[in-house]
């Protein structure tokens, strides 16, 4: 044979093999047009703050995607963050699928272990059977943090809960200027900082451009599901300082005009029914009239910075739909824009500018709020605003996040599908759940769920479709009983009624007062029928009870404070040591050395030239709060920064060139008495250490009694937000070996304190 015929012979040879090889896995192919899916998830966004949900906060690009698709009133949530997430991505209930409450920990009981369990399939998982790629950009809080460190595991993060792609971060919040970012499965330093123009959600949304962007350009045939969950509304509420600014004059009114206001648009809108009342002011709430000329100052602006959060997100969600358009797939791209819980609570009454302070005994008085005025926004606050204006983002509804009323748990809806919702600016006043979400898409997309996910077999769906009212508004309800839960506070709704019952911390659940409604024709959740009808209320309750046993909710547990500080005991456990090389990479808090209320030893192993070096050696925090070990001028300088005020403590001699141990000894003086709330009369004694020789000392009351920081720990540098009176990173110019944690045995947390805390943070 010549070698023209062998080459032919061996290329044909080659081809018959080609051919006959069998694709394994075999390929998937997507349903007939099968559409986009874009899910616009924020955060803690009450249900009247979009303007079109009656606001006067400027939402352009949300009011134009309900004008050219649906609004529902009836979509409910969860009351709280993690949970919503875990009914939103699973078509079950929250505590069916084991996240009854937080992803912040684990109690031990089926529903409440804080991640979701592997026979609950997530939305992705099912998707990416037929085809989908998937993308997570942004909040994620549906795994335990205590696995949110280097090691995982990674089966509860995105990428093990069939996301191809994640870019974001895996806490409840974050700050928007220094945020604690995860891309894929590794911790990851942010891309700029507040002096460079950076914001977390303009980084989303390019994110998420990409993302979509990199799938068009590599499989334009394939769909794509993107999940975009920004940071806002969470605290801290930052944004561009001319945003928030343009909003002082929007709400000098105050708190009761602007419910007013906004009930007699939605009402104008169509939303809610004409003979909607206004529910009585929540307890606790004084009439904006009744607050001093400084106080309407603070909480103008705190109100403000909350308004300039949301616009600003809108200002940014506009960019992704434009590109949406300018791609040419923004027709059968399925867009879903909502909120995961009601206006939170977490500000108290009075709001705050630095919350870090107060969560640890640092009182924020008026006066100094004032003085901090035009700081509320910026990288040196964590502020939230009081209860008046969380009220009245949930208007017309009663109570806040957490609450299982109206205002926890009712929240604004929008969907857009040009190619498919031909009903233009129509409203949809159906009850549906968070966990309805799921079997909806399936039903749109045309597939059904999978009996098994990676072998796992799957647990049936408890949510119901209601993709039928999208084009029939007179579709039903919610056919089967929807249970509500947090924290001791419960719910039901079925049939157009609804029983509630508020319950009071710490106190029986027997004495927990029922209310029971007719949603159907009260839609605030102000004619208590309970006396009236006593037989249908006991039903009710009798009903929750039965759905509460089926669905995981017991044993009902309403400790806050006590199950955090349990389950810090119970992650780190008897671990007292830590060592840290030169080399690692970032520790987020909850995996970092737990050093509240405890005595603790810090050591740095370095070596220095004869020129010396400086930089940070350990740092734990941020600009709002955290502590900081560093090299200064030749001097050795600890800073306890709680909530903005600085315990500096500078070295008596300059630390000479070799090896050196430089450290940090604390040691608690256990000289507390029984102080009266809120305040903390212990003394702890700082020493800094050179060669293990004290190289000076201070006393102080500040001390970390219930958090550190949200944000995490570094060695040799700090990352973002500096701890301390440097410009971040300030890396340690010398050589550093490693660093080492020592804890006492002498920890005592105030549960109360802790949980207060925690809860600001969800």
Known sequence: ??????????????????????????????????????????????????????????????????????????????????????????????????????????????????????????????????????????????????????????????????????????????????????????????????????????????????????????????????????????????????????????????????????????????????????????????????????????????????????????????????????????????????????????????????????????????????????????????????????????????????????????????????QRIAACGELRHQFVHACDLLPTLLDLVGVSVPAAIAGCPQMPLEGESFARSITDPAAPSKSSPQYFEMFGHRGIYHGGWKAVAYHPPGTPFESDQWELFHLDRDFSEVDDLAEKQPERLADMVGLWWREAERRNVLPLDDRFGQRFAENAARFQGARHHFTFHAGMGHVPTDVAPDVRSRSYTIEAHVELDAQGAQGVLIAHGDATSGYSLYVKDGLLVHDLNVGGSHEILTSQRKVPPGARRLGLRVQRLLRETAPAKGARTGVSEYTLLIDGEPAGRLQTKLAFHSLISWSGLDIGRDRGSPVSHYEAPFAFTGKLLRVTVAMHDDQTLDGDAVGNAQMARQ
């Open 1 to 418: 044979m010549s070698g023209a015929s062998d080459m032919a012979f061996g290329g044909a040879i080659g081809k018959t093999i080609a051919d006959s090889r069998p694709h394994w896995p075999p390929p998937l192919t997507p349903p007939a047009g099968a559409p986009n899916i874009l899910v616009v998830l924020f955060d803690d966004v009450g249900f009247s703050d979009f303007g079109c949900y009656g606001s006067p906060i400027r939402t352009p690009t949300i009011d134009r995607l309900a004008a050219e698709g649906l609004r529902y009133s009836g979509f409910h949530t969860t009351a709280m963050c993690s949970t919503t997430r875990a009914a939103l991505l699973t078509g079950r209930n929250h505590h069916s699928v084991g996240v009854g409450c937080l992803a912040n920990f684990d109690s031990g009981y089926p529903g409440y272990r804080g991640k979701i369990a592997r026979e609950a399939g997530t939305l992705a998982e099912m998707l990416r059977t037929h085809a989908y790629r998937n993308y997570m950009v942004g909040k994620w809080h549906v795994t335990p943090l205590t696995e949110s460190g280097a090691t995982g595991p990674f089966d509860g993060w995105p990428l093990g809960r069939g996301f191809d792609r994640f870019y974001g971060f895996l806490d409840a919040e974050t700050d928007q200027y220094a945020p604690e970012l995860v891309s894929d499965n590794t911790h990851i330093d942010p891309p700029g900082s507040y002096d460079s123009g950076y914001h977390l959600t303009v980084d989303l949304v390019d994110q998420a451009i990409r993302f979509i962007g990199d799938h068009i350009a590599d499989r334009p045939d394939l769909p794509w599901l993107t999940w975009l969950a920004f940071g806002a509304c969470h605290a801290p509420h930052q944004a561009p300082r001319d945003v928030i600014m343009s909003y002082d004059a929007s709400f000098a009114h105050g708190w009761d005009v602007e419910r007013a206001q906004r009930m007699a648009r939605q009402k104008a809108l169509g939303l809610v029914p004409p003979e909607t009342r206004m529910p009585p002011r929540n307890a606790g709430v004084k009439a904006w009239d009744e607050h001093s000329d400084d106080e309407r100052r603070v909480f103008t602006r705190l109100q403000a910075a909350y308004a300039g959060m949301l616009d600003h997100a809108d200002r940014h969600l506009a960019r992704l739909i434009a590109f949406l358009e300018t791609a040419g797939v923004r027709d059968n791209t399925l867009i879903l824009v909502l909120s995961d819980n009601g206006a939170s609570q977490e500000g108290g009454p009075l709001g705050f500018i630095n919350a870090m302070g107060p969560y640890n005994f640092k009182p924020e008085p008026m006066a100094d709020k004032l003085r901090r005025l035009d700081d509320i926004g910026g990288p040196d606050t964590h502020s939230n605003f009081p209860h008046g204006w969380a009220m009245a983002a949930n208007t017309p509804l009663r109570r806040y996040k957490q609450n299982t009323h109206g205002g926890g748990i009712r929240d604004p809806f929008v969907m857009s599908w040009p």
